[in-house]
């Protein structure tokens, strides 16, 4: 079967560094995608990695191992407005979209 | 970037009934759109691409006949919830997708059926 794992909950401290981790196992790899979504309203793009390594975005970095089947998202300046939910959802050899459950970031002043 | 509208953002219907929920391309076209159904605290569920001109692709498990889907030009598809039941109540969203790997959300339609 195919899986996506993400942890549940993490919680971190306004202004420090988070890394949100994802491993997976699907029928085939076309890409991850890591999305933000706030309580209540539809996912936003984040990052799109289809080769290994790590790529920057402002605050938000997304790295990817392929043959370690992980991923992993960097946030960094953590601000009170980055807590949300962080889904990674993966493209499978069909190109259909498999979603992990997310995890749910929680900032601390 | 592009921008994908839902209508509506919120509705309440009754049991038995049926709701159309749209999703729409503002400023691009897509031959494609996808439907998302998301219960509290879980991950979005795939239900069914839509395909413009042609039928729409449903997910195992999701019934065709409850769940109409018109993809009735490049910039509108819609979902059409018939003879709802309390159990249909979630979070409705749609995606299209633009290039290479971009997905765009829609801001999601909440359905809840009393």
């Known amino acids: 079967g195919q899986n996506i794992d993400q942890p549940t909950e993490m919680t971190a401290t306004e202004g420090a560094i988070v890394q949100i981790n994802c491993t997976y196992q699907t029928s085939g790899f076309n890409g991850l995608f890591w999305y933000q979504q706030h309580a209540g309203e539809a996912p936003t793009f984040l990052s799109y990695?289809?080769l290994d390594g790590l790529e920057e975005k402002g605050r938000f970095s997304s790295f990817l191992s392929r043959s370690k089947g992980y991923s992993y998202l960097l946030l960094k300046e953590l601000q009170m407005k980055d807590s949300a939910s962080y889904l990674c959802a993966v493209v499978d050899s069909n190109y259909q979209l498999i979603w992990g459950a997310g995890t749910k970031l929680i900032i601390k002043p | 970037g592009a921008v994908v509208s839902q209508h509506p953002s919120w509705v309440i219907c009754k049991s038995g009934t049926s709701v159309k929920i749209e999703c729409r391309s503002l400023d691009f076209q897509a031959t494609t759109m996808f439907w998302y159904r998301q219960f509290p605290k879980q991950s979005l569920m795939l239900m069914a691409t839509s395909n413009e001109g042609s039928k729409a692709t449903y997910e195992q498990g999701v019934e065709k006949d409850k769940f109409l889907i018109n993809h009735a030009s490049l910039t509108l598809s819609t979902l059409t919830v018939t003879s709802a039941h309390p159990e249909d109540s979630s979070f409705y969203i749609c995606s299209a997708p633009q290039g290479d790997y971009e997905q765009y959300f829609g801001p999601g339609t909440r359905l809840t059926v009393t």
């Open positions: 990695n289809v």
